[in-house]
Nanobody
């Protein structure tokens, strides 16, 4: 069974850091495009970052560029989202998602979704 498990959320002060993890089972992440999405209360879900199949390219939303970094560990079949210089507006439930087509991930319609992990940035 194909499954994504997201973890690593928590409460952090403004300016702090968190690293989210997305572990896959049932398929090899290296063959898939991966995305991190987030949804804040009362707001639409938005794409945060995407990595292409095989990790050839990575893209970020303007709101997180230079603060967030997405990476893969193929040996662990896990994708990470390192979040630095966190701001209160980064508060949201974060989801990882995967599809064999990057276009589907970027469009917000990937086939596989992990459960969300709450990130709260507050003093």
């Amino acid at each position: 069974q194909l499954q994504l498990v997201g973890s690593g959320g928590g409460l952090v002060q403004p300016g702090g850091s968190l690293r989210l993890s997305c572990a896959a089972s049932g398929f090899t992440l290296d063959y898939a495009a991966i995305g991190w999405f987030r949804q804040a209360p009362g707001k639409e879900r938005e794409g945060v970052s995407f990595i292409s199949e095989g990790g050839g390219s990575t893209n970020y939303a303007d709101s997180v560029k230079s603060r967030f970094t997405m990476s893969r560990d193929n040996a662990k079949n896990t994708v990470y989202l390192q979040m630095n210089s966190l701001k209160p507006e980064d508060t949201a439930v974060y989801y990882c998602a995967a599809d064999y087509r990057l276009a589907a991930v970027v469009a917000g319609h990937p086939r596989y979704w992990g459960q969300g992990t709450q990130v709260t940035v507050s003093s």
